[in-house]
């Protein structure tokens, strides 16, 4: 049986030497070398021989080897073209790993659950590059992602916003999106020292469950988004001049009042103040307001 070698600083530099690659800040690089953490990432996604994983960004390989150890099946989407050499000799011992070289938010992850995985849903699993973490995670839910669970290594202070309620200062978008679709659980936190190169801030593993159901049912799931992300686009200033500003809406200051009304909101609240279902509610109120102005034209 293979055994993954790489989750240790001499194993990682080995392997970095031999190739000659250097670090690139621009792709979030930070390999992992501490065995108990990828043993933990593993055990936190509980991943068996039934699963087909989806891991994004396999650097030099550290997390693929483990989760080929214990997967049924692992498609590793790494963008540094520079990476691939090297994959193909650490991963050689496995035969149950593809390596795709794209940008994953490029990626039709539907296509490749379709095409390996009998359009079944799949496990994704990343350490990821930090510098896009909210784009991947809002792709991955809002492009409809065929995914049961994640298990994602993220800034610590981007797993705080990931877990928040309103009234938080870390409350936002991505809260409620992750709230919307998942059921998240910071599983454990991880220091800089666990990491080459280290970076300059502490890091935690979120694992996200799919939610069977959303807990709020809305008329329009996308103006519901739209409305979040109006919210939160200009967190200082009231909600009504949020929505009345926003670029992908056409409602007046008086139809985003109107609707903050008929929720018995405040005229003055503002987005930080809404709870998941009073979004729900306030986007259902607009989506009213937007149909009687369509029949009306
Ligand atoms: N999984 C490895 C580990 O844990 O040691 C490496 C993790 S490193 C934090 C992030 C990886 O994501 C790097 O290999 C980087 O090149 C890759 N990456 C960065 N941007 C990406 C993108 N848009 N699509 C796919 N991979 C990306």
């Known amino acids: 049986m293979p055994k993954p070698y790489l989750a240790n600083p001499a194993g990682c530099r080995k392997v970095l030497d031999r190739y000659g690659f250097s670090f690139r800040k621009k792709f979030g690089q930070n390999f992992l070398i501490r065995e108990q953490v990828l043993e933990d990432i593993i055990s936190t996604a509980g991943i068996g ?17 483990y989760l080929a150890e214990s997967a049924g099946r692992v498609c590793a989407v790494e963008i540094d073209r520079a990476l691939l050499p090297i994959l193909e000799d650490t991963l050689s011992d496995w035969d149950n790993v593809t390596v795709l070289n794209a ?37 991955l839910f809002e492009g409809g992602a065929p995914f049961s ?6 800034q610590k202070e981007v797993a705080e916003r990931m877990v928040t309620g309103p009234g938080s200062k870390n409350y936002g978008a991505l ?11 910071i599983s454990f936190l991880v220091g800089p020292e666990c990491f080459m190169p280290r970076p300059k801030v502490d890091s935690a593993v979120v694992h996200m469950v799919r939610r069977d159901v959303p807990p709020v049912s809305v008329r329009d799931e996308k ?6 992300r109006a919210s939160f686009n200009e967190r200082r200033k ?60």
């Open 49 to 65: 021989k039934d699963d087909f994983v989806l891991e994004i960004g396999p650097g030099i390989g550290t997390l693929t080897q």
């Open 103 to 139: 940008d994953i938010l490029k990626t039709d992850i539907q296509e490749i659950a379709d095409r390996e995985n009998e359009g079944r849903p799949v496990k994704i699993v990343a350490n990821l590059p930090y510098y896009i973490t909210t784009p991947i995670l809002m792709g």
């Open 149 to 154: 669970d994640l298990t994602v290594m993220v």
């Open 175 to 185: 809260s409620l999106a992750v709230s919307y679709y998942t059921e998240p659980e």
């Open 223 to 228: 103006l519901l988004f739209d409305l979040i």
């Open 238 to 297: 009231t909600l009504q001049n949020g929505i009345a500003n926003y670029a992908g809406f056409s409602f007046s200051k008086e139809e985003a009042l109107r609707a903050i009304e008929a929720c018995g909101f405040k005229p003055t609240v503002r987005g930080e103040a809404l709870s998941l279902s009073e979004f729900g509610r306030l986007a259902d109120e607009l989506c009213l307001i937007r149909g009687q102005r369509n029949r009306q034209d």
